[in-house]
């Protein structure tokens, strides 16, 4: 078949194939990493975490889209308990509900963007407590944002304590 003039100039046509060409290279990479590896897999799970490490084995596995987003909501879901519970316990007072979603949110994709950077990530041992150490680091880790905005506010404070007393 002869390529015509107009052909060339199709952008929207070949960056829809080298799309299709990355995404069959993707999944035949995914299946070879996958396979090889042993997941945790249960046939009947009791509890939040066999059924998290169910949807992890047919995300990883299968690429199944659908279990993906089962696997982030749940996620969301227990993130946002373990928030809860920290926060009755005591220690770090009560949070509004605008901030009890930017912490879970912080938490939630500390957690889950080593999925969406490829292959390798997998959890093996305890589904739960990697959410736990999602929402410690959302909670006491700072951002470079949150410094700069504290580090402000102490030369505001600073300014004016030598203000007053100088």
Not at 82 to 104: A, F, T, Y
Not at 118 to 143: D, P, Q
Not at 149 to 164: E, H, M, P
Request: charged share 30%; hydrophobic share 35%.
């Amino acid at each position: 078949m002869p390529v015509m003039q107009s052909d060339l100039f199709d952008v929207e046509y070949y960056e829809q194939i080298n799309e299709n060409l990355v995404q069959q290279k993707t999944k035949k990479a995914r299946e070879e990493f996958y396979n090889s590896q042993s997941l945790p897999y249960f046939e009947n799970p009791k509890d939040d975490s066999e059924k998290l490490f169910n949807l992890q084995y047919k995300y990883l596995k299968n690429g199944d889209e659908e279990a993906r987003k089962e696997l982030y909501l749940l996620s969301y879901e227990i993130m946002r308990r373990l928030l809860w519970r920290r926060m009755k316990k005591g220690g770090m007072g009560w949070l509004d509900e605008e901030q009890q979603n930017e912490i879970v949110a912080d938490a939630f994709w500390y957690v889950f963007r080593r999925y969406e950077r490829g292959m390798g990530y997998i959890v093996t041992t305890s589904f739960i407590s990697v959410l736990k150490n999602g929402v410690k680091h959302a909670l006491e880790y700072t951002t470079m944002k949150d410094q700069e905005v504290s580090l402000t506010g102490i030369k505001n404070i600073t300014q004016k304590a030598v203000k007053r007393f100088c």
